[in-house]
T-cell receptor, first 111, second 113 residues
Framework: GENVEQHPSTLSVQEGDSAVIKCTYS??????FPWYKQELGKRPQLIID?????GEKKDQRIAVTLNKTAKHFSLHITETQPEDSAVYFC??????????FGSGTQLTVLP | GAGVSQSPRYKVAKRGQDVALRCDPI?????LFWYQQALGQGPEFLTY????????KSGLPSDRFFAERPEGSVSTLKIQRTQQEDSAVYLC???????????FGQGTRLTVV
């Protein structure tokens, strides 16, 4: 089955700096890669996703890149703000099967 | 409804007790997933339905876990003879199709004492 590795497990940045979270996956059949943000005690919420036919996608301060050859994808948050502090999960999925999640990154944005 | 709804939000069960967790997906969503999330960990897949058909139950940790979605809408996750290691947040998610955005419910926090 699919295996998703996520790094780092914790990340602290100064407000205004950039944050990068990286994930690798094992199943070359995976073609859908969402990123979820989960605040303490709340449900995971999708912030951005990318499909395998695209190498990069951007939405305001958030961008995701995908390297299918190397089987890794990354989340980039620019101009970080305190409200970006949360746990971020990457995931990988494919046709007719469920998402496999990474173990999460606790992002702390220091004011 | 406007989103995925789960009940109860919190459940305390005595070891050995049976519990039933309910998920109301977004209307029209074909795919429904159950995940288990331990503290500080990512969601771990339990089972997946497409309409009423349970297509994958490979993540269910033991035969004490059972899930159903008889009419292709509401789903119930049942845990028999609960054990302390079953304590976790159980998340339900639904999506229009399997490879599209999955919307999560707020989860049920199960504590087995």
């Amino acid at each position: 089955g699919e295996n998703v590795e996520q790094h780092p497990s914790t990340l602290s940045v100064q407000e205004g700096d950039s944050a990068v979270i990286k994930c690798t996956y094992s199943d070359s059949a995976s073609n859908y890669f969402p990123w979820y943000k989960q605040e303490l005690g709340k449900r995971p919420q999708l912030i951005i996703d990318i499909r395998s036919n695209v190498g990069e996608k951007k939405d305001q301060r958030i961008a995701v890149t995908l390297n299918k050859t190397a089987k890794h994808f990354s989340l980039h948050i620019t101009e970080t703000q305190p409200e970006d502090s949360a746990v971020y999960f990457c995931a990988a999925g494919g046709s007719a099967r469920q998402l496999t999640f990474g173990s999460g990154t606790q992002l702390t944005v220091l004011p | 409804g406007a989103g995925v709804s789960q009940s109860p939000r919190y459940k305390v069960a005595k070891r050995g007790q049976d519990v039933a967790l309910r998920c109301d997906p977004i209307s029209g969503h074909v795919s429904l997933f159950w995940y288990q999330q331990a503290l500080g960990q990512g969601p771990e897949f339990l089972t997946y339905f497409q309409n009423e058909a349970q297509l994958d139950k490979s993540g269910l940790p033991s035969d004490r876990f059972f899930a159903e979605r008889p009419e292709g809408s509401v789903s119930t996750l049942k845990i028999q003879r609960t054990q302390q290691e079953d304590s976790a947040v159980y998340l339900c998610a639904s999506s229009y199709q399997v490879n599209t955005e999955a919307f999560f419910g707020q989860g049920t926090r199960l504590t087995v004492v």
